[in-house]
């Protein structure tokens, strides 16, 4: 989810979704998940259509969530040159952003479509922080040539910003809240849009990943960051933190919505001025 195809490896997302309740079993590694195993080429993922990879999307289905959300920001003057391409036939496990001239482009592979677990709420969670790099803001990745919004602030503008308002233009694309998600959101459905969609996206993050077998909870958090790093990602359960501190700004809508101190230290200001 970063502007460079391989960079999948460490975006790559986790599932164990089941729509009904969250699973918290322990993960495994990769290899020994039959879910996974299959499709492990050399420390990436290969889906090809040809192994029948058991993800319930279908190509139709990803190019209306696809267009519905292109639309939606569209119409709404906040993805000017913005585009989104799907290749359904590339096998590789990837969404990314990168600049291409003037404009901005997402690309979403069909591995990644494919990969058991990704729902549609997932691809939702996914085209969010994509449009996150592009118009999310500070804070900035420092790569030369690349102006884009920081991982960590993808996520952020996705719970805070893209995710709550995507679901309520569609909500067919979002499962109904677990009774852990209903529990923090008492009832506020923005906050359990973005919830459901952070920690399922995570999961399935986790899934497909070579990079931390301890399953992410809302129950826990990740530690302060101590060495602010803006071209990595965070942690996957830095990652829900962002998500599970943007859900619970919606929830209370005090005004005040400072992001966890697991991926911007707590000394800084946030936000932080253009251009840091
Ligand atoms: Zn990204």
Not at 22 to 39: E, N
Not at 55 to 64: F, G, I, K, N, V
Not at 164 to 185: G, L, N
Not at 239 to 248: E, P, Y
Request: aromatic letters at 12%; proline letters at 8%; charged letters at 20%.
């Amino acid at each position: 989810m970063s502007f460079k195809p391989f960079n999948f490896l460490l975006l790559v997302l986790s599932g164990i979704l089941s729509l009904a309740g969250p699973a918290y079993s322990a993960l495994v590694h990769p290899k020994d998940d039959p879910d996974v195993a299959p499709h492990i080429q050399r420390k990436y993922f290969e889906l090809r259509q040809e192994d029948r990879p058991r993800s319930d999307m279908t190509e139709l289905q990803a190019r209306q969530l696809i267009s519905d959300f292109f639309d939606f920001f569209k119409l709404q003057d906040e993805a000017a040159n913005l585009k989104i391409d799907l290749d359904w036939g590339n096998p590789y496990l990837s969404a990314h952003a990168e600049m291409r001239g003037a404009a901005s482009v997402v690309t979403v592979w069909g591995g990644f479509l494919r990969a058991p677990g990704m729902s549609p709420m997932i691809l939702a969670t996914t085209l969010c922080h994509e449009l996150g790099h592009v118009i999310g803001g500070a804070p900035y990745q420092t790569i030369k040539g690349a102006e884009f919004s920081t991982e960590g602030q993808s996520d952020f503008f996705a719970g805070l910003n893209c995710l709550p308002r995507f679901a309520h233009a569609f909500p067919q694309y979002f499962s109904d809240p677990t009774a852990e998600v209903q529990e923090i959101c008492q009832g506020k459905n923005d906050c359990a849009s973005t919830l459901s969609a952070g920690l399922a996206t995570v999961q399935f993050m986790q899934k497909w990943s070579f990079v931390s077998y301890e399953p992410v909870s809302l129950k826990s958090s990740a530690p302060e960051v101590q060495d602010y790093r803006p071209n990595y990602y965070p942690s996957f359960q830095c990652r829900l933190d962002i998500f599970s501190r943007a859900a619970v700004c919606l929830r209370d809508r005090n005004g005040k919505c400072p992001p966890p101190t697991c991926w911007w230290p707590q000394e800084r200001t946030y936000p932080p001025t253009e251009g840091a």
